[in-house]
DNA sequence: TTCAGATAAATTGCATGCATAAATAAGCGG
DNA sequence: CCGCTTATTTATGCATGCAATTTATCTGAA
């Protein structure tokens, strides 16, 4: 058997619930019925309410009282609003990491945007899917670099939160390379503590996401 | 009787010991006794426990399994990453107030703060308790004319999180001119709509207050 | 057919009970 | 007197049960 039961079965279920999300398992619109999660993840109704109660103050999904718990759907106005959020979380991050990466941090950086070099222009109709994974990483080192846990929660719950509306979005022609070349204004910027830039790049970059999402996004009014 | 009870036990409780917290009635580091929060409210332990879960994940509390729920306790480390969040939050949302608030948003914006003059000037050492009303209508006039409602939102919570830390911040002396003086710089950025100057007097600003809190305030290595 | 109202089924909100892990107190050897 | 082990107490985590509300189903009339 494992080792850990440090982790209340309340938490693991939040975890749990929130990856299904993010994956996709469960879309935006899904009914989050109490008795059936229980009974999908072998527990009583009491932990899923409070894993429930927790997603719905981070925004994932949303507690309608007395009527349930729905994956949040999001209207075209919102989901621009949560790009622009997330564009000024992550601006704001890498002007921090431009003014306080250590050395160490930024020479991290550079690698692994040098490396993702070659995943973004190897074929990509194939599988986007290592270039994905190393974004996520490239964004995590910005948040990390910016040396405040609180500024990189906010932008990692965001992106989480985003996630059921970009998964598709690395798939559209060029985009790979977009990214790659977006990104690589970011890193130079932050490399020669150039706070300005970073910060600006970094708002356009996300925005160039935000349109790319925007033209395959069927979203409800 | 009244009328409203669209409101669930779980959700009024969750604003009943935020409240509690926030006016300092409960500091920091207070244990969060579900039996006697449950008692204290005449409810039982279930949406106690689910109220105490919402307000862990906002950061209010801290829930640490098995072992119950205090207020957060914030190291001096954490308080001033806070505090760095707050003010880039702030300022990215002073910065979007220059770009898009509407003329009716400017108008109001200005109006409010010409009238804090009176409240800044009469005498503070009687009663500073108008001025901090005031001063939270004029940032939350800065969170909405941003017109971006997870910014706001994300501000309006670090606020809440950091109200237990900045209780007794304007009884310092001349800080309630400071604090005067200081809006004036941001309003007539965000007036003139000088989007880089009402951001980096805004976090100025907020960078003021931490130092003024910083202080005061004895926090725990 | 479609829609209104009534009835039945399903689901949420909350209280209660119990097992187990922590915290606390008691006992014991040093 | 003090530290460490062991019992006792307390509090948390979770399951279960019931009342109330919502949602689905059924009936009948326009």
Redesign the interface.
Known sequence: MAEID???R??RLAGQIADAIIEGALPPGSRLDEQGLADRYGVSR?PV??AL??L???GLIDIR??RGAIVSEITHA?LQ??F??MG?LEA?CAR?CAISMTPIERRGLEALHESMQQLATQDQARDPESYVLANVAFHSKIYSGSH????AD?ASS?RRRLSPYRRAQFRSAGRLQMSYAEHQVVVAAIIRGDAETAHSSMLRHVSFVEDAVEKMTPVKP
């Not at 405040?148 to 500024?151: E, Q, R, S, T, V």
Request: no cysteine; net charge negative; hydrophobic share 30%.
């Open positions: 440090t982790q209340t309340t938490e009491t309410r409070e109660r927790q719905g103050t981070t009282p007395r919102q609003e949560l622009v959020a000024e704001t921090l405040n846990a609180i500024l906010m965001l």
